[in-house]
Every structure is written in C-alpha cells, then in structure tokens.
C-alpha cells in the first residue's frame, strides 16, 4: 500500500477512520473478546441476563400499574434492549480516549476510532441480545398456539441504525467532554438515570393521555398530555423504542392497540433528524477538541 493511499483521508477527519479500519476491527474484536472471556456462561449470559431482568420487572410492575399493556413482558423487553444499547454505548465512549492515554501518547492514529470502536462492540452485543426477545416470543408462539413472528420483525434493522448512528454522535460529544471535564461521568450517570424514567419503559403512554383527557375535563391544565407530548416528540429514546415496538410488538397485538402505539411518517423523521443531528455535534464538537487531548489526558 502506498503512502499516498495509505492516507488517502484528511487528518483529523471522522473519514480518517477508514485509514486505520484494520485496527478499528480488532478494537471491536478485542471489546467483544474481552466480555466473554473467562466467562462460564459466555454468549448465553447475553440471552439469559435480559430474560431474568424482564422476568423480575414484569412480575413487579403489573402488580403496581392499573392500566394494563398487552403482552407486557415483549412490550418491556422491546423498551428494555433498545434503552440499554445506548445507554451502554455511550457509556463506554465517555470513558473511551482517557483509557487509552498511553497509546496516544505513543503513536498517532485516527482518535474517533476509540468511542467508535466500543459503541460498534456495543452494537454487535444488542444484537446478541436480540435473541433472548426471539426465546420470548417463541415462547408466546407455543402459549396462543400461532406464530408471533411477522415480515415487520425486519423492520428493527431501521432502528438500529438510527440508533446506532444517535449513540455514535452522543459518544463522540461524551468522550471529548470527558478529556476535560472528568466529573462528567457522574452527571451523565445521572441524566441516564433520569432518562430511563422519561423512555416509556416499563409503563405505556395511554396513561398520560388518559389522565391528560381527565384534566381537559375537570377544566385544569391538562399537564399530563404535555409530558406526553414531551416524551413523544423531544425524547430519542422513546422514539427508537416505539418504533421497535411498532415493527416487534405491535403486528402481535394487532389492531386493539390504541393510537399511541402506532407509528406514521413523522416518528421516522424524528428519528433520523435527531440521529444525523446528534452525529453531526458529536463529530464537530470532536474534530474541534481532539488536538488538545494530549494536554490532558
């Protein structure tokens, strides 16, 4: 390979990447690698541990909410791993330049290869645990003696990639703050925290709409269906989870459901709106800061 070829893209670019994607493949491998190793149960562990944490929060939240959801534990499963990929992608991109301090003190190679590389290992680890809702959902085929799977299944790969590419501009943004702010993983482990009870989880929307009606009709500010709203339009999270929803959970309940539950044009443009806009600031915000990490890591 030539020199020329070698470094074919601008320095300091995200596209700069592609000069080093050998190196970029085996951060991947080794993040991969490293989860499983020394492991008993290994890949099953990836299956197994969702399967236990939806079983636990099913039992407790349909004892607490009145307002019942249809096939509850696939509705929180498909809430559950789509909040959790991103919430662990970006969790190990904040943390991913200041780890690796004593290389890039020893050599130069393309910087947003570090967040990259472990939110595409975070991504390839959702999928993994992708299988835990097909072991679900099998078992709700056996139950009502049809098959629960559909051709909308495929339609997740939309959502993964818009997530994916919202977890790659948050991680970018994260691990450049990170560099300078070291407490910065303290407040975003706070946000997330936060974040997880805004994402429509373990609850339903038609709750907030409910209430909301009845504040309309007491003649009091009708607050609940502005936090609906909120949740609805202003939240990414809750958009990819309800679009995982419309394509995995919604075919098996068919037509019953009410209007939130159901997806149209404008969730898809928000969903890859606030992907490409959180890429873009995360990009930028990195590109402008990354000379200066050596002063600081």
Known sequence: MTEERKHKFKEGSFLELLNYKDLLYQLVARDIKLKYRRSFLGYVWSVLNPLLIMIIMSIVFTMLFTKKTELFPIYLMCGRTVFEFIKTATDKALGAVTDNASLLKKTYVSKFMFPMSKITASMVDFVFSLGALVLLIIYYSFKYSRS??????????????????????????????????????????????????????????????????????????????????????????????????????????????????????????????YAFLMFTIGVAVFRKSQDKFILYI
């Not at 202003?234 to 037509?255: D, E, H, M, S, T």
């Not at 939130?260 to 890859?272: N, P």
């Open 148 to 273: 629960l799977f559909s051709f909308w299944d495929l339609g997740i790969v939309i959502v993964i990639v818009e997530a994916y590419i919202f977890a790659m501009g948050l991680g970018f943004l994260l691990a450049a703050l990170n560099v300078f702010f070291r407490d910065i993983k303290y407040i975003y482990h706070a946000i997330t925290t936060m974040w997880v009870y805004c994402s429509a989880i373990f609850y339903n929307m038609g709750s907030f709409y409910d209430k909301g009606a009845k504040q309309i009709k007491e003649g009091t500010t009708p607050y609940a269906l502005y936090l609906a709203k909120a949740i609805e339009y202003l939240n990414p999270a809750y958009i990819y989870i309800k679009q995982f929803r419309a394509f995995v959970w919604v075919p098996i309940c068919g037509r019953k459901l009410e209007a939130w539950a159901f997806v149209d044009a404008k969730d898809f443009i928000l969903g890859f709106a």
